[in-house]
């Protein structure tokens, strides 16, 4: 009976915490306020910029009296806030007892991930409201993730602590409830749960938080503050310039007429991020005026000028325009070519905390100037315009700055480069089509923070033995990708190597016959994942008739398919 005692409970709890129109209307009333005053205090940075004293007077005027107004509509919203009944939470109990043959399996699942939602504090609440902006399928990175949150605003300073490091702790958090899944294939991956994914994207439509538009017609109300549009096939896109939208989201249309990013609504935006539009080969020149604007994700397109106070740029190997320099408010640059005079500005951004650039032959010198000079680097990402031909330049002579935690290096090398050995704070490390005929791990075991280390088809040996990873080696180290088409045969991994490995990942090795000798010593392994899988392998790895299932039978999850 415990179980249906918890439905019992969660559905008093839901009933009145989700369908009380004036709880509703309350907190959109309190959410549009604040949303007044980031638009006003925005208004006012962007004004105060201006050189003639008398448009800075009335500008002082126009926002004191604005603000006054605000104040006095948040103290009367304030003062008629609901009163809510707590009696509700006394009800159900049994948290920890079986499940009941009364409740379907799959409904108290999702009730359990219900209940641990409501009991967030409301900042994580929207976090995770905003990892389900994209279609449930689509998996997000942690830096996508984090850069979405920094940019709107609900990441929570602490004393001490950089806001990428905070939102790694909600991330974590989010995880250790169950509220995200990880998952890895090429990269860690984060998704709400399918059941929890589409409970929260009916309450969040239903509060007009997020509107979440695909396949057929889509109705925006105006009230909508939040919109995420994908995969509508029909190329029904509404129109948007009348919405007071704060964050946009486009991904999988054919085609799609521009907005004019100036009228009414779209001013407003925070959050802009187009992905996989077929037809857009160029921003309107309008996006330079979204002085709101902190977030702008694109893929293959251009555009002439940028927003000045924008946080993050995420583009996908395009050319940046002249002045880039000028936005000293940039936090992020990724995917975008490092080449004329734009390797000599990204000199002037030395508050970056990420950068990611297509190397350029005639203005490496320049580029390794200006990366030197970013002390507060974090993320790095080098690579070449044919990442199957080209040969990466690793920037030699190169001082890596000195809190770099993440390095990717995607182009083929000759070795490994010297510098690489004194990132003594990386914690993930990326080698990308390397083709490197010499152990890079020789280099490697020895960095101490180390924790995710992906091969990618980086080495080109077709047999691989207890060398590769050592004891001793690699202290921190929780997850390994490799990638490779030669490699054959992982003979031996010693007793007492990898000690904290998590993850083992094998991708694009369908030459892969044996798995190495002593695998089952690393009890710390959680999950296994061989994608594809030789069919002689399948059947050595059999769990009844398998000669190598020994090897694997401790690994709480084995995935792979022939």
Not at 24 to 45: C, G
Not at 492 to 514: Q, T, V, W
Request: charged share 25%; net charge negative; proline share 5%.
């Amino acid at each position: 009976m415990g179980a249906e005692a918890l439905v019992k409970f969660l559905a008093q709890r839901l009933d009145y915490l989700l369908s009380k129109e004036s709880v509703r209307q309350w907190s959109r009333e309190l959410r549009d306020t604040i949303y007044d005053v980031e638009d006003l205090v925005d208004q006012f940075i962007t004004g105060a910029n201006v050189s003639d004293e008398s448009e800075k007077a009335l500008l002082i005027i126009r926002c004191g009296s604005d603000l006054e107004s605000i104040q006095v509509r948040l103290t009367q919203i304030l003062d008629r806030k609901p009163q809510c009944d707590t009696s509700a939470s006394s009800a159900g109990g049994g948290h920890g007892e079986s499940s009941s043959s009364l409740v379907d399996p799959g409904d108290q699942s999702l009730a359990l991930l219900v209940s641990e939602y409501m009991s967030l504090p409301y900042y994580l609440r929207s976090c995770l409201m905003y990892c389900c902006v994209f279609p449930v399928k689509c998996g997000l990175s942690k830096g996508t993730l984090s850069r979405i949150w920094m940019a709107e605003g609900i990441i929570q300073a602490k004393s001490g602590e950089i806001l990428e490091d905070v939102a790694e702790e909600y991330i974590e958090k989010l995880v250790s409830l169950g509220l995200l899944e990880t998952e890895l294939d090429c990269r860690i991956e984060f998704k709400v749960p399918y059941p929890l994914h589409r409970f929260l994207v009916d309450e969040m439509m239903e509060e007009n938080f997020i509107i979440a538009c695909s396949h057929s017609e889509p109705i925006i109300p105006a009230t909508a503050g939040h919109v995420s549009i994908h995969n509508c096939w029909n190329d029904a896109i509404p129109n948007l310039n009348d919405l007071p939208i704060r964050s946009l989201f486009v991904v999988g249309i054919r085609y799609w007429e521009h907005p004019k990013f100036t009228s009414y609504g779209l001013k407003y935006l925070r959050v802009l991020h187009l992905e996989w539009i077929r037809n857009m080969v160029k921003l309107p020149g309008e996006v330079g005026d979204l002085i709101h604007l902190r977030f702008l994700g694109l893929k293959k397109s251009r555009f002439r000028e940028l927003p000045e106070n924008l946080r993050h740029l995420l583009m996908s190997r395009c050319d940046l325009p002249i002045g880039i320099g000028r936005l000293k408010n940039l936090q992020s640059v990724k995917g975008v070519y490092a080449r004329g005079s734009i390797s000599r500005e990204l000199g002037c951004l030395t508050q970056l905390r990420e950068l990611g650039v297509v190397l350029n032959d005639y203005d490496v010198g320049e580029l390794s100037t200006s990366i030197m000079k970013m002390s507060g680097l974090l993320s790095l990402t080098l690579s070449v315009g044919s990442i199957f031909d080209d040969l990466l330049d690793t920037l030699e002579p190169f001082s890596p700055p000195p809190f770099l935690r993440k390095l990717q290096l995607e182009g083929r090398l000759v070795s490994l480069p010297d510098w690489l050995s004194s990132t003594e704070n990386l914690t993930k490390l990326r080698l990308g089509f390397s083709h490197l005929f010499e152990n890079p791990n020789a280099v490697l075991q020895f960095l101490p923070n180390l924790k995710q280390l992906t091969l990618w088809q980086a080495y080109n040996a077709k047999q691989i033995g207890k060398e590769f990873c050592p004891v001793g080696g690699f202290p921190k180290l929780e997850v390994l990708v490799i990638a490779s088409n030669n490699l054959v045969e992982w003979t031996e991994i010693e007793k007492g190597a990898l000690p904290s490995l998590k993850y083992l990942h094998f991708h694009c090795c369908s030459r892969l016959m044996i798995l190495p000798e002593g695998l089952q010593y690393v009890t710390t392994l959680q999950k296994l994942s061989l994608f594809p899988l030789h069919g002689d392998h399948a059947r050595r790895l059999d769990p009844e008739r398998g000669i190598e299932h020994y090897k694997i039978k401790h690994i709480p999850e084995v995935r792979f398919f022939e």
